[in-house]
């Protein structure tokens, strides 16, 4: 941000939050068919070049998956308007939020996006309550509706209890869903959010995640969520957008994306199986939903029993022409080869189970097992890495 | 400290030592002899004498007033400052920094000049609106705020710069303007530099001579302030020219006090 104000022109844009709250009136039941979030544009900054062209649909996740300095913040950043596009447009619901041609560039605070920071950025000299009251205030409500409104996401968000709480009194898992419920406060159009579970230590980012998918399902905007996690992109991302180098170098959903990966990147981020199930505590085995079964580590750490997810890396997945010695790996099944993708140096084979399993080999054990689509070939992964999560 | 290790107790080099003795010396001794010579006993009368007691009054006054002024104008000017990308701004910022290593008596001329009954904008206050500042109460403070506010504007302008710009750009995807996130999140946050500018700024104010006898003249109870009915009353009435040093002397020790965790972090960093 500089003094100045942005060059190009702000009058056209001055009701765009007002009128697309309009649209997700009555607890986000659409008034007319919002159109979503179309992205077509530019963004140069020195030798750095984003190209966007995304159609990102109301009510669905896109996962903007990539490595860092691939230009996913910088994309989350043009969307609220934090940085504006060098060429191009940006229309949410057909309403233009940045056109660089028509000279119209709407500034962050009249966009109806709201965007949950990877760091949160809560405001240290507020309290909970005041943090998420925040964005009515903003908009001119008056003090004690601002509160009633904030105390009623609180509620929603299972916060309520932490009220008179200063962000530093709170835990990661807890900022996280109040920079959820102050973005969410606002009523936006659109959601974003950065990095939403990288600031949480490992242990909590399970139950973190699991209600993250649950608010993210309930929200009728789109929703664009900047990751480099593997797991959390398919757990909560209905369709995938990857970056590289400032380019969208594949799209598509989770399962697509992991089986096919068309570039080393995705190839080795996506390269992870994952399946869902109930455990049985006493075995340490999880019945798939797809069906088979897996005995897993990490169980003991689980709260939740009954929706357990399972990743195996394709690596860590052994493929044998004869049903191999039970003895020491403890997940044997057979399965029949669907597919065989050159990858690198080696060779990414789809295997149909159940459970059905993307496993990396070495051209070499393609050659010895004799490997083809329709090969019977039996799967075997040790228990140690097979993880519950 | 209580216990000195061998290694500390090591002999400091008397070429070192002599004139760093020497040096303390001559800069703790002046305030001893302000001590020894306070008249004490008569304290209280003197400070409620006529002469001390308006130009104490007169003093607090005057410096608040222009330390007001200072936060009025010089907290946006630190904004403009801290968040313009101008070229120009570099050029802006020499400028208004200019009054910290000006002499306060060249300050003062420069003042009457510009705002003096003839001068440069003087003369259209005086013509339109029957404004004339020198020698006069406000332009005590007029002159007061022309030195000290640099000392606010620059305080203020660092702790701008180093406030967590996140915090705004989260304001602004909340709906806030920027005046509205600089007024809900950046000032509150940056609320210990505002004191310690407005601190800094206010003692500086209290001590101004030179611009403000300049600009503002000697003038009992309208215009003589307290360091200069010390340097006046020197050759009067030393009783009172002492009292008023001593509350001069206690408001600094004050000073460095409140801000001696900002400007003498303790310990002694590398």
């Known amino acids: ?389 | 400290m209580a216990r000195a290790t061998a290694r500390d107790r090591r002999r400091l080099p008397a070429a070192l030592a002599v004139p760093a003795v020497a040096g303390a010396a001559f800069l703790v001794l002046p305030l001893i002899g302000l001590l020894a010579r306070a008249p004490w006993t008569d304290l209280g009368s003197l400070l409620r004498s006529p002469v001390v007691a308006d130009a104490l009054r007169l003093s607090l006054f005057c410096a608040t007033l222009a330390t007001g002024l200072s936060a009025l104008l010089g907290i946006p000017l630190a904004w403009v400052l801290a968040r313009s990308t101008s070229r120009f701004v570099a050029l802006l910022r020499a400028l208004v920094t200019v009054p910290l290593v000006l002499p306060p008596v060249v300050g003062g001329v420069a003042l009457l000049l510009t705002l003096g009954r003839t001068g440069v904008v003087g003369q259209y206050l005086d013509r339109w609106f029957g404004i004339s500042l020198p020698f006069t109460t406000a332009g005590v403070v007029v002159a007061e705020a022309f030195v000290a506010m640099p000392f606010l504007v620059v305080t203020v302008e660092g702790a701008f710069r180093s406030a967590d710009r996140g915090l705004e750009e989260a304001a602004a995807t909340l709906g806030a303007s920027r005046l509205f996130a600089l007024r809900h999140v950046t000032l509150p946050l940056i609320v210990p530099s505002l004191l310690a500018g407005a601190v800094l700024s206010w003692a500086r104010a209290l001590g101004e001579f030179g611009a403000t006898i300049t600009f503002a003249g000697n003038f009992p109870g309208r215009t003589q302030t307290m360091p200069i009915a010390v340097y006046l009353a020197m050759e009067s009435d030393p009783g009172a020219a002492i009292a008023l040093a001593l509350v001069l002397l206690v408001v600094s020790v004050a000073v460095l006090a409140a801000l001696r965790d900002r400007w003498l972090p303790r310990g002694g960093a590398v």
């Not at chain 1, 905007?221 to 369709?239: K, S």
């Open chain 1, 1 to 389: 941000m500089s003094a100045e104000l942005p060059s190009r022109a702000q009058s056209r844009g001055s009701d765009v939050r007002s009128r697309a709250q309009g649209l997700h009136a009555a607890n986000g039941t659409p008034e007319r068919r919002p159109t979503g979030l179309v992205i077509d544009g530019q963004v140069e900054r020195g030798a750095f070049r984003l190209d966007l062209s995304l159609d990102l649909a109301p009510g669905r996740v896109t996962g903007l998956l990539g490595p860092n300095g691939a230009g996913k913040t910088t994309a989350l950043r043009t969307i609220c308007g934090l940085t504006p596009l060098s060429s191009g447009s940006i229309r949410l619901d057909g309403i233009p939020l940045d056109d660089v041609n028509a000279e119209i560039f709407v500034p962050p605070e009249r966009r109806p996006v709201g965007v949950v920071f990877q760091d949160y950025r809560l405001f240290p000299h507020l309290d909970v309550r005041g943090n998420v009251a925040f964005g009515a205030r903003a908009r001119g409500v008056g003090r004690e509706s601002a509160r009633a409104a904030a105390d009623a996401w609180l509620e929603r968000l299972d916060l309520s209890g932490l009220a008179t709480r200063r962000p530093a009194e709170l835990s990661g898992g807890q900022a996280q869903r109040v920079a959820l419920a102050r973005a969410l406060a606002t009523e936006p159009a659109a959601l974003l959010l950065d990095e939403p579970l990288a600031a949480l230590d490992a242990r909590t980012r399970l139950g973190i995640r699991a209600e993250l998918r649950a608010h993210l399902r309930t929200f009728a905007g789109p929703v664009v969520m900047v990751t480099h996690d593997a797991v959390e992109a398919l757990v909560l991302a209905d369709d995938l957008v990857v970056i590289e180098g400032g380019r969208v170098t594949q799209r598509g959903s989770p399962n697509e994306v992991a089986r096919r990966p068309r570039t080393d990147y995705v190839a080795r981020l996506m390269g992870v199986n994952l399946y869902r199930g109930s455990l049985d505590r006493s075995t340490h085995t999880v019945e798939l939903l797809g069906g088979g079964r897996l005995v897993v580590t990490g169980a003991d750490q689980l709260r939740d029993v009954a929706d357990v997810l399972v990743t195996l890396a394709p690596t860590a997945v052994t493929l044998h022409a004869e049903r191999p010695d039970r003895s020491s790996p403890r997940n044997v099944w057979a399965g029949v080869v669907r597919a065989m993708e050159p990858l690198g140096e080696r060779v990414r084979v789809e295997v149909a189970g159940p459970p059905d399993a993307l496993v990396d080999v070495t051209p070499a054990a393609v050659a010895d097992l004799a490997l083809r689509p329709g090969s019977q070939v039996w799967l075997s992964a040790k228990a140690t890495e097979t993880y519950a999560a």
